[in-house]
């Protein structure tokens, strides 16, 4: 993949982004990325967090940002991101990514992330 093309960028950058709404504790900005139009099914790698309706998916969220959650170091796991693919068309970005947490990166975890904001080519 090009991964100078503006696709891949904006892809990049979009799991970035979803990523240091955690990293920060940034719930509000994390909504922001959110379309609950476009909303169809969430899976998570932790048990308890799979969701198929955004409003069940966001109270998930609203509750972890709440109240946190026990992880293995204690804090929110930075992630390494790997093997980034994009699909663009006029109005959806499409993101598959190997994910890895950054303090245990084996085994890893594939990351499938939509935005159905109009993107520009």
């Not at 796991?77 to 990166?105: C, F, G, N």
Request: net charge negative.
């Amino acid at each position: 993949m090009d991964v100078s093309n503006s696709a891949y960028q904006a892809g990049l950058q979009f799991i970035r982004d979803y990523n240091r709404c955690f990293y920060d504790w940034d719930i509000d900005r994390l909504g922001g990325l959110y379309s609950a139009l476009g909303f169809t099914v969430f899976w998570d790698n932790h048990a308890g967090c799979d969701s198929d309706r955004f409003d069940d998916h966001f109270a998930k969220l609203a509750d972890f940002f709440a109240n946190g959650k026990d992880t293995e170091s204690g804090t929110i796991e930075k992630l390494l991101i790997e093997d980034v693919q994009v699909h663009a068309s006029a109005d959806t970005l499409i993101v598959s990514a190997m994910l890895r947490y950054d303090s245990a990166p084996k085994p890893g975890f594939e990351a499938l992330l939509s935005s159905l904001r109009r993107m520009a080519h």
